[in-house]
């Protein structure tokens, strides 16, 4: 089995891009062996503070985020960075050439269960060399140059894609190393499993309602046959699932609170999983555009996500498209 950095050469990738990937990949392996120790280590429970999006931060969001901003701002290659736990954009290096945003711990919900978590990174190969500012972060996900997440499950698994498919490796914990263990991901375009927060369903759109109505109605509705349903409640473990073996995610659009058209991050949540999703043969939506054509507002913009499997979730696009008028 090849080693990440051979992989990497092999697909002719940029030595300062291989260096980011190296150095992400460094950190999380410090964050697994992090998560790994639990209460032994002392990195349960809250860390006492709110980020800037207002929510509660774990203490093991605190340590990830500080691994991985002191590994990336110590590498040459990169000039920027934005994280969900930074309010603003952090300065790295001037000759960088690499911009990283990270959702450093994903899923905290599950931290003090010993469930499974994740870390999501986006890079961008930054423009011009003018000190960076948050506006060169803004640019559509088609842009970003790799990204991918490492869910620490049962094994640590790095998932990648630099523009030449989607890859994953597995974490060999005695070796430290990232070993490739399926070369070529792809979704199948069909499938009967869904996975939704269903305590929502009364605050989405009539559309959306209405679509995953159609699924719990199963063999007895209009889709003719059963679906299942799953919910990890860590984005990168249920994204996980549909790369494997297919299945439609949704995180829609709801009226819980107006300000926040969706709970998921585009920066380094949306984004990050919609490349590895369409290059594996997926789709990737909001309820009515591609994420990846989306031009972000700010780095802490929240969209509707709807990704997997591409028939399916191509049905939920059209069953949020305006219906032509008939008057009967
Ligand atoms: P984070 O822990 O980085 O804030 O992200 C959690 C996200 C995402 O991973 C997951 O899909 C979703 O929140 C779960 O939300 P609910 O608790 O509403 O199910
Ligand atoms: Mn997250
Ligand atoms: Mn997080």
Redesign the pocket.
């Known amino acids: 089995m090849q080693r990440l950095p051979l992989v990497l050469q092999s697909q002719s990738i940029q030595p300062a891009l291989i260096a980011v990937l190296t150095a992400i990949a460094d950190g999380c392996r410090d964050i697994a062996r992090q998560i790994n120790r639990g209460a032994l280590a002392g990195v349960l429970g809250a860390a006492g503070a709110e980020n800037v999006q207002g ?1 509660q931060q774990k203490k093991l969001d605190v340590i990830a985020n500080d691994i991985l901003k002191s590994l990336l701002l110590r590498e040459p290659t990169v000039r920027a960075l934005a994280s ?1 736990e930074e309010e603003a954009i952090v300065p790295a290096n001037a000759d960088g050439r690499y911009l990283v945003s990270f ?1 450093p ?5 599950n931290i003090d269960i010993n469930s499974m978590v994740g870390t999501i990174f986006s890079i961008y190969d930054v423009p011009g060399a003018t000190p960076v500012t948050e506006a060169d972060f803004l640019r559509p996900g088609r842009q970003q140059v790799a990204a991918g997440y490492v869910l620490y499950g049962p094994a640590v698994m790095l998932v990648l894609t630099t523009g030449q498919g989607v890859q994953m490796y597995t974490l060999d914990q005695h070796a430290g190393e990232f070993l490739l263990t399926e070369a070529r991901v792809s979704i199948a375009a069909d499938t009967n499993e869904f996975a939704i ?1 269903m305590s929502n369903q009364r605050f989405w759109s009539e559309p959306m309602q209405h679509f995953i109505g159609q699924l719990l109605q199963g063999k007895d509705g209009p889709r003719n046959k059963n679906f299942n349903m799953r ?1 990890v ?4 473990a ?1 994204v996980h699932r549909i790369l494997c073996r297919g299945g439609l995610f949704a ?1 829609p659009w709801d009226r819980r609170e107006p300000e926040k058209p969706g ?2 991050r585009l920066m380094y949540e949306a984004n990050p999983m919609a490349l590895l999703v369409e290059r594996a043969g997926g789709e990737a939506w909001t309820d009515s555009e591609k994420i990846l054509d989306l031009q972000p507002q700010h780095i802490h913009q929240r969209v509707p996500v709807i990704l997997g499997s591409a028939n399916e979730v191509m049905a939920c696009i059209d069953a949020h498209r305006p219906k032509p008028f008939s008057p009967n």
Not at 105 to 109: F, I, P, Q, R
Not at 233 to 236: L, Q, W, Y
Request: aromatic residues 12%; charged residues 35%.
């Open positions: 929510e969900e959702d711990l994903d899923g905290s919900s927060n919910w409640a860590a984005m990168v249920d995180y709970k998921l």
